[in-house]
């Protein structure tokens, strides 16, 4: 397979814009001339179809994509990564649609008849040592650094070397196993390119104005948060102080121990913020590996049959020394008592309900929370970035008042790549 056919098939490879030629368009022209119109078109489509909206089967790109013209693909897109930098919740967005396009991809390497040189073309351009594997027709075999390097970020025990076929440096896969693991190669990939895409705050402004449409359903196709099982809108203000002090503590890039990152992370599940959300919340922390946060999380997330755990009790956190009466600024009695609140979810249900009702009527708010939830253990809960230590030098902290503010709009930082998926 030639590059030429390699990179009109999968136009992130690296080199991809060689094949324009004297077709270079600026970044401007590409955003405002007439010209490229169909272009932007095609961009928009793959935005969106990577997000998840329009996504074809097993994840296939859209139909326009296979009837354009290789050139119109390659900038198309670099239109895509001008999209998703300039998108509300860049970082929460670029994710999504890093792994989208990584999806598309795999499906374009699983599909029937797929050439094996295409397979190992593929993995050359992303640095990987991938071969035909000997005497095994379509297995293919990694070259043991780059099986690491790419099953580093997987969790399941499926992709542990134990349980694989080692001979000689080189790891012998079926098809469907190293689809999945080259597709997490292209994800890597992606997620630092479009870490390093650094636009003009001029051209971002014009890209915001011109695509208002676009970034409007991209936002609800990523949104930050969603409501919790207290009903309503998601109040972060609200959050009991030990809550807020957790999350300020991590956006600070400070150490935070075990039992204050698990009870964060149960209660921002419990509240209703989204796996994104609260791994996200942990990006400031010391040594974040995205892959690891979001598995821990996820564990957290799931418990008891996706009920997830419940956070630990006040008397618990004041135990593990992560309460913080001390920042209850707006209501300096609630913590005090623990026979009216036992629990963090106490203190936010009783703070939201004293919101709703004293927009709704002049009636003092409720000074007493009947039924709180049972007792979380954290020693009993999965870790959340077990093992940090000093802070990742690129981390981009996420802004905040509280414990599940917005993160920094800035693109997500450039990471190693054998840490892209924990804190």
Same mark, same amino acid.
């Given at each position: 397979m030639t590059d030429a056919a390699l990179v009109a098939r999968y136009p992130f490879l690296p080199g991809s814009s060689d094949l324009l030629g004297d077709l270079r368009p600026s970044l401007q022209d590409l955003v405002s001339d007439p010209g490229y119109e169909p272009v932007r078109?095609?961009?928009? /489509?793959?935005?969106?179809?990577?997000?998840?909206?329009?996504?074809g089967p097993e994840g296939s790109a859209p139909s326009?994509?296979? *009837?354009?013209?290789? /050139? /119109?693909?390659?900038?198309?897109?670099?239109?895509?990564?001008?999209?998703?930098?300039? *998108?509300?919740?860049s970082q929460r967005v670029a994710r999504r649609w890093c792994e989208g396009v990584a999806s598309s991809a795999a499906s374009q390497l699983g599909r029937p008849g797929a050439p094996p040189e295409e397979w190992t073309g593929l993995a050359s351009s992303l640095d990987l040592e991938v071969i035909p594997a000997e005497g095994s027709s379509g297995h293919l075999s990694f070259a043991l650094p780059s099986y690491c390097r790419l099953s580093s970020s997987l969790r399941e025990d499926r992709f542990r070397l134990a349980r694989q076929d080692l001979r000689?440096?080189?790891?012998?896969?079926?098809? *469907?196993?190293?689809?999945?693991?080259?597709e997490e190669g292209v994800r890597a990939y992606l997620s630092d390119e479009v870490a390093l895409l650094r636009l003009d705050p001029e051209l971002q402004s014009g890209i915001k104005e011109r695509e208002a449409e676009l970034l409007s359903r991209v936002s609800a196709l990523a949104p930050a948060y969603t409501p919790g099982g207290f009903g309503g809108v998601l109040r972060p203000d609200l959050f009991p102080p030990c809550m807020k002090q957790i999350r300020s503590s991590l956006d600070h890039g400070q150490n935070v121990p075990h039992a204050g990152r698990f009870a964060l992370a149960s209660f921002m599940n419990k509240v209703g913020v989204e796996v994104d959300a609260i791994v996200d919340a942990y990006r400031g922390a010391p040594n974040f590996k995205e892959g690891l946060t979001r598995y821990q999380v996820t564990q957290i997330a799931h418990h008891d049959g996706g009920e997830g755990y419940t956070p630990p009790d006040c008397a618990t956190m004041a135990a593990n020394g992560i309460c913080a009466k001390q920042l209850d600024e707006a209501r300096p009695q609630l913590c005090a008592d623990p026979g009216?609140?036992? &629990?963090?979810? &106490?203190?936010?249900?009783? #703070?939201? #309900?004293?919101?709703?009702?004293?927009?709704?009527?002049?009636?003092?708010?409720?000074?007493?929370?009947?039924?709180?939830?049972?007792t979380g253990d954290a020693s009993e809960a999965p870790k959340v970035g077990a093992g940090a230590g000093t802070g990742e030098p690129n981390a981009a902290p996420a802004t905040s008042t509280g414990p599940a503010s917005t993160p920094s709009p800035d693109p997500a930082r450039r990471t190693p790549a054998g840490a892209h998926r924990t804190a």
């Open positions: 078109h095609l961009a928009r /489509e793959e935005v969106i179809a990577a997000l998840g909206a329009k996504r326009t994509f296979d *009837a354009a013209k290789p /050139e /119109e693909r390659i900038l198309s897109f670099l239109y895509s990564r001008m999209l998703v930098a300039v *998108a509300p919740s000689r440096g080189w790891v012998d896969v079926a098809p *469907a196993l190293g689809v999945e693991l080259l009216r609140v036992r &629990n963090p979810l &106490n203190y936010y249900r009783t #703070r939201t #309900r004293s919101s709703v009702r004293s927009s709704s009527s002049s009636t003092p708010p409720p000074t007493s929370d009947a039924g709180a939830p049972k």
